[in-house]
């Protein structure tokens, strides 16, 4: 079958940095996807990787490894606006996207 | 603006009264879906829509139908609710049927269906 993992829920201070992990099992891999969803409201793209390696987007970096099917969202700087769940996806062989549950990331002052 | 809107926003019903949630984009994206959402699940797909006239069935479509005449419209039809449809559903679209492209959501449609 098909799997991701995150966390459930994290907690962190602001200012801070924060890394949210993602592991999948999936048929064929075709690139891996982190959205952020505030509560209650839609959920929103934050990146796109396909190939191994840390991508940078502002305070947002994510990184990839195929072989060892791991992904992580690193978020610096923390913000209270940063409070939302951040949901992993995986693109698989068939083109299909495979949804994690989601993480609900809880920013302290 | 470049947007995914869906009508009604909330909505309260009873047990059977048949209704249609719309859903409208205006990307002239090819592909359409329906997710619906729920505590410690994460999104799971009901139905989706590679084109106009294609539909398929995604993980959950029990009591669910959908319909796509026309490229920017995509609803979810409930012919027959039940409590268990109780949830926040979202539609999303996206250029292509591609997995690889991002995808863009509605706002979402809180049902209770009593």
């Known amino acids: 079958g098909q799997n991701i993992d995150q966390p459930t829920e994290m907690t962190a201070t602001e200012g801070a940095i924060v890394q949210i992990n993602c592991t999948y099992q999936?048929?064929?891999?075709?690139?891996l996807f982190w959205y952020q969803q505030h509560a209650g409201e839609a959920p929103t793209f934050l990146s796109y990787?396909?190939l191994d390696g840390l991508e940078e987007k502002g305070r947002f970096s994510s990184f990839l490894s195929r072989s060892k099917g791991y992904s992580y969202l690193l978020l610096k700087e923390l913000q209270m606006k940063d409070s939302a769940s951040y949901l992993c996806?995986?693109?698989?062989?068939?083109?299909?996207?495979?949804w994690g549950a989601g993480t609900k990331l809880i920013i302290k002052p | 603006e470049a947007q995914v809107t869906q009508n009604p926003r909330y909505l309260i019903t009873v047990t059977g009264k048949k209704l249609t949630v719309t859903c409208s984009q205006n990307?002239?994206?090819?592909?359409m879906s329906w997710y619906r959402q729920d505590p410690g699940l994460g999104l799971r797909q009901i139905y989706y829509?590679?084109?106009?006239?294609?539909?398929d069935k995604g993980d959950v479509p029990e009591g669910y139908k959908v319909s796509r005449k026309e490229k920017r419209n995509f609803p979810l039809i409930l012919e027959s609710p039940s409590p268990n449809q109780t949830s926040l559903y979202f539609c999303?679209?996206?250029?292509?049927?591609?997995?690889?492209?991002?995808?863009?959501f509605g706002p979402g449609t809180r049902l209770t269906v009593l």
């Open positions: 999303a679209s996206s250029r292509t049927g591609e997995g690889f492209n991002e995808q863009f």
């Open positions: 990307m002239n994206h090819e592909y």
């Open positions: 829509s590679m084109n106009v006239e294609v539909t």
């Open positions: 999936t048929s064929g891999f075709n690139g």
């Open positions: 990787n396909v």
């Open positions: 996806a995986v693109v698989d062989s068939n083109y299909q996207l495979i």
